[in-house]
């Protein structure tokens, strides 16, 4: 199973439409992560029609209402946390994970406890528009960064990742788009 990722579209701040670098990229995949600050959901429509993969998106700070910005209307594709359970694999996908431990804040597995119900093997986020494919305590953290709003710079093409789920392995990279 091929499973894209996309983070922070920021639309319509970042620019009005998603790139077509973005679809092309991630056409033919078999499913879409969105990691959340779509801003608009409107972005899981455009992903679905023209990707043709069926979307799932984490519900960020830039979809809650935070900084003045519009609550997200209810969509059943839309959550703060989803788990998937593919080819034996526990996957988790939420807006702000860290790839590391913070002072005084709570572990790695305190943080899949309060996402996920448990440990899982790959937790997709996003909120940095960094991109990120890392292993912590032996779980795969996977952040595809932004493809309009790279590190928080200019609107300019930035990137997208994908994970390959078989055989109970996974496989993750991140694409920079031309």
């Not at 990229?25 to 993969?53: F, P, Q, S, T």
């Not at 799932?56 to 700070?61: K, T």
């Not at 946390?81 to 431990?101: A, S, Y």
Request: proline fraction near 6%; glycine fraction near 12%; aromatic fraction near 6%.
């Amino acid at each position: 199973m091929l499973i894209g990722l996309v983070s922070d579209t920021h639309v319509p701040e970042a620019r009005r439409t998603i790139f077509d670098e973005v679809y092309a990229a991630l056409r033919g995949v078999d499913l879409i992560l969105h990691g959340g600050d779509m801003h608009d959901v409107v972005v899981l429509d455009w992903l679905e029609d023209r990707c043709g993969a069926p979307v799932l998106g984490a519900c960020g700070n830039g979809d809650d209402g935070s900084s003045g910005r519009n609550i997200a209307p209810d969509d059943p594709r839309l959550s703060y946390n989803h788990l998937l359970h593919i080819d034996g694999l526990r996957i988790g996908t939420t807006h702000d994970f860290p790839d590391r431990p913070f002072m005084g804040s709570a572990n790695l597995r305190e943080r899949m406890d309060r996402h996920f119900g448990g440990p899982c093997h790959v937790v997709v986020g996003g909120d940095t528009h960094v991109p990120l494919v890392k292993t912590w305590e032996g779980t795969l953290i996977v952040n595809s960064g932004s493809p309009l709003y790279p590190r928080n710079l200019l609107t300019q093409l930035g990137t997208v990742g994908f994970l390959e789920v078989q055989g109970g392995r996974v496989d993750a990279w991140i694409e920079q788009l031309h």
